[in-house]
């Protein structure tokens, strides 16, 4: 009978320790969760939201806007077809000098 309550005494102490270094575990962790969270209101959401403003703006060009491309060349878009756009970059003794660049070269608009 003495040996039963002991054991029984064992097996809630065992239960009680087991508890408690769940929760320690979970307490460690605490902070790689929160730096987790940190680099995803910092880095990763204002990335995603350039990359959504870059997409619409890209979306919206039409003939006549003037740009600028990732290699810094300024232009005039000409045509889009597709996914390729051209651009005139300058006029050499009255014609003009055209590019053909990929629509994802572009990086902005110049107003």
Do not use: C
Not at 84 to 101: Q, R, T
């Amino acid at each position: 009978m003495f040996i039963t309550e002991i054991y029984a005494m064992g097996q809630a102490g065992a239960q009680q320790a087991h508890n408690g270094s769940l929760t320690q575990q979970l307490v460690a962790f605490l902070p790689f969760i929160v730096i987790i969270l940190i680099f995803w209101f910092l880095i990763f959401r204002p990335q995603q939201k350039r990359q959504k403003e870059l997409r619409a703006m890209l979306d919206s060009l039409k003939k006549g806007d003037k740009v600028i491309t990732n290699a810094g060349i300024y232009g005039t878009v000409l045509n889009i077809v597709d996914n390729k756009v051209i651009l005139k970059i300058a006029d050499v003794k009255g014609e003009a000098v055209k590019i053909e660049i990929l629509k994802n070269g572009i990086a902005a608009k110049v107003e």
